[in-house]
């Protein structure tokens, strides 16, 4: 049974109980013949959600009997941008701020969203671990024994690959080529430490802040 993962809650979902809808629009006499496209919204089914996921797929069509055929020329996520997640507001600014942007030019420019994203995770360690290193190389050693095994494994994988890898001791702001792949899975590392990091720090704090409550409710009762 598929999944679908809501980009603006996360809540996780079958992909049978997401309300689907699609239409499509046919386009003539374009540089490819009759093209179309296909207009699909995606409706989370979390009753304090209910946000609209929304694609645009374009083809190329064209008749071979008995049947029309369609071949894929291009697909777009219109809402949310890109392929952008949406981070409750605790997560600093200029991370989610450098990590909307890295989404938003990730199929343009693969180089330049692996720069912005290189600047987020250096961002991040700053920010959440309190360590300021010469490069991001050195940061990132400096964390290796506070993340927990399974993040560090995630991050030293990503850091191996490619030119993402030869460059970490490089000028943050150094624009590299890389591969769309690497770019990609950069982006992937950035929403995994958001999680692992801002989002988990915060519902430790709530579920003990909630323990604290209903203990100090159960002591005043008991004192009344």
């Known amino acids: 049974m598929a999944s679908w993962l809501c980009p603006f809650c996360n809540h996780l979902s079958t992909k049978e109980s997401v ?6 629009h046919d386009i003539n006499r374009t540089i490819e013949g009759t093209s179309n496209v296909e207009i699909t919204s995606y409706t989370c ?14 083809y190329r ?32 600014i200029a991370i989610l701020s450098d990590y909307k942007e890295a989404c938003l030019i990730q199929e343009l420019s693969p180089k330049a969203s692996a720069t912005l ?11 959440f671990w309190g360590v300021k290193e010469k490069n991001l190389h050195a ?14 494994q995630a991050i030293d994988a990503i850091r191996s690959i490619g030119n993402i890898g030869a ?14 792949e690497e770019a990609q899975l950069l982006i992937q590392l950035i929403e995994t430490l958001i999680k ?6 915060e519902e430790r704090k ?4 909630n323990i604290i409550q209903m203990a100090a409710a159960k002591k005043a009762h008991k004192n009344s």
């Open 61 to 92: 069509k064209y008749y071979e009997a008995p049947y029309y055929k369609y071949d894929l020329i291009e697909t777009w996520t219109l809402r949310p941008q890109g392929s952008v997640k949406v981070f409750p507001e605790y997560v600093p």
């Open 45 to 58: 089914p979390n009753p304090d959600c209910k946000e609209v996921q929304v694609f645009a797929t374009y």
């Open 206 to 209: 709530a579920r003990a802040n």
């Open 167 to 180: 460059h970490m001791e490089k000028d943050i702001d150094l624009i590299i080529d890389v591969h769309p």
């Open 139 to 152: 940061e990132i050693q400096a964390i290796s024994d506070k993340v927990d095994p399974d993040t560090w």
């Open 117 to 127: 994203s290189r600047r987020c995770l250096q961002g991040m360690i700053r920010d």
């Open 196 to 201: 692992d990091w801002y989002i988990n720090r």
């Open 19 to 24: 309300s689907t809808e699609s239409s499509t």
